[in-house]
């Protein structure tokens, strides 16, 4: 049986087969062993794990500096995310993962302008690490 991982690596490799050069995507392998570890859709699995890896890569991007393409490239695994969501049709779902996806979003940039306590920033990260597969493990 092929694990979640290796299933998106193998998409996100088709995705990318006519861009040249590009700087390495990082898949969290921990998440989808446990995402692996529970009996829910295949989908709901890649569509958690394309999230965090498109969100992961966006950050990169931030922090680095990295090319436009880069940019384009966290793009396109967000668009993937959204064909894995709608091809799932589960609106419960697709409500549930896209509010979190705005909640992480302003969570971060909190962070990211010190515009919270302190006493509370392992909380927001702790939010921002967990949300995704929480979501898609409660199903």
Not at 2 to 25: A, M
Not at 41 to 54: F, G, M, N, S, V
Not at 119 to 135: A, G, H, Q, R
């Amino acid at each position: 049986m092929e694990t979640t991982f290796s299933i998106l690596e193998t998409q996100i490799t088709q995705r990318l087969s006519s861009v040249n050069h590009y700087e390495p995507i990082y898949i969290n392998q921990a998440l989808a062993e446990i995402l692996d570890s529970y009996e829910i859709p295949q989908e709901a699995k890649l569509a958690c794990l394309t999230i965090d890896t498109a969100m992961r890569h966006l950050d990169e991007v931030s922090t680095t500096l990295s090319s436009k393409k880069s940019i384009l490239i966290g793009d396109l695994l967000s668009a993937h995310f959204y064909t894995l969501l709608a091809k799932l049709n589960d609106p419960i779902y697709q409500k549930e993962i896209s509010t979190a996806i705005v909640e992480v979003n302003e969570m971060k940039s909190s962070i990211h302008h010190a515009a919270i306590d302190n006493n509370d920033i392992s909380d927001y990260i702790l939010k921002v690490e967990n949300t995704f597969p929480f979501i898609t493990i409660k199903r």
